[in-house]
T-cell receptor, first 112, second 112 residues
Framework: DAGVIQSPRHEVTEMGQEVTLRCKPI?????LFWYRQTMMRGLELLIY????????DSGMPEDRFSAKMPNASFSTLKIQPSEPRDSAVYFC??????????FGPGTRLTVT | GQQLNQSPQSMFIQEGEDVSMNCTSS?????WLWYKQEPGEGPVLLIA?????ELTSNGRLTAQFGITRKDSFLNISASIPSDVGIYFC????????????FGKGTHLIIQP
C-alpha cells in the first residue's frame, strides 16, 4: 500500500513567487497534518485537518501561508508571496483517528 | 505551548553498544511516539505508546511511557550501522489537540 505522497520533492523559487506544495494522504486516513522542519526550530506543526476540515491553524506563520483540503485524498499548502526565510523541508503526515502519524518524504523548499 | 526536552543531542558509540535516549515534557501527554529520520527522508514511526507505564518493544528497540506521563525513553540494544540517524520523540498533550509536539532529536552516530 502506498504511503503518504508529496510533490514536488524539491522546489527552488525566487522571492515573491507563489509556491504550492501537494500531499496525498494514506487511503482511509481521516487526519492530515502539515509540518515544517528547519535546523533552528526543528519540526513544527503548521495546520491539521480532520475529515477535510481545518481544525487548528495556529502554527501557520502568517497570512502568506494557506492550506486547503478539497477532498479526502488531496491537500495543498500554498505560500504567496514566498520569502527566503520560508526555506525549509515541509512534511505532510496522515493518521487514522489522530493516533499514529505517518509522514511523507517531504518537500525541500529553497527560496532565493 | 508545550516543550519537549530530548537528550542527548548526539551520541557517538561503537557498533554493538546499547543506546539510551529520553524525552521530558513540561506538561502531561497522553501519547508518546518515537520516530527515526534518515537524510532526505521523512520521519518513520518506530514505536507508539498510549498508557502510563507501558513498555513496548520493536525488535532491538524498547520504549517506555513514564509513570508521570511527562517522560519517555527509547533504548536500542546491540547497535548496528543501519541504526544511524536522528531519533525524535513526539507527544500529544492531554488537552486533546491532535498535533504532535516534537523533541529536537538525538543524532546517533555509530563507529565501526
Amino acid at each position: 500500500d502506498a504511503g503518504v505522497i508529496q510533490s514536488p520533492r524539491h522546489e527552488v523559487t525566487e522571492m515573491g513567487q507563489e509556491v504550492t506544495l501537494r500531499c496525498k494522504p494514506i487511503s482511509g486516513h481521516d487526519y492530515l497534518f502539515w509540518y515544517r522542519q528547519t535546523m533552528m526550530r526543528g519540526l513544527e506543526l503548521l495546520i491539521y485537518f480532520n475529515n477535510n476540515v481545518p481544525i487548528d491553524d495556529s502554527g501557520m506563520p502568517e497570512d502568506r501561508f494557506s492550506a486547503k483540503m478539497p477532498n479526502a485524498s488531496f491537500s495543498t499548502l500554498k505560500i504567496q508571496p514566498s520569502e527566503p526565510r520560508d526555506s525549509a523541508v515541509y512534511f505532510c503526515a496522515s493518521s487514522f483517528r489522530g493516533y499514529e502519524q505517518y509522514f511523507g518524504p517531504g518537500t525541500r523548499l529553497t527560496v532565493t | 505551548g508545550q516543550q519537549l526536552n530530548q537528550s542527548p543531542q548526539s551520541m557517538f558509540i561503537q557498533e554493538g553498544e546499547d543506546v539510551s535516549m529520553n524525552c521530558t515534557s513540561s506538561s502531561i501527554f497522553n501519547t508518546w511516539l518515537w520516530y527515526k529520520q534518515e537524510p532526505g527522508e521523512g520521519p518513520v514511526l518506530l514505536i507508539a505508546l498510549y498508557k502510563a507505564g507501558e513498555l513496548t518493544s520493536n525488535g532491538r528497540l524498547t520504549a517506555q511511557f513514564g509513570i508521570t506521563r511527562k517522560d519517555s525513553f527509547l533504548n536500542i540494544s546491540a547497535s548496528i550501522p543501519s541504526d544511524v540517524g536522528i531519533y525524535f520523540c513526539a507527544g500529544r498533550d492531554l488537552g486533546g489537540a491532535d498535533g504532535l509536539t516534537f523533541g529536537k532529536g538525538t543524532h546517533l552516530i555509530i563507529q565501526p
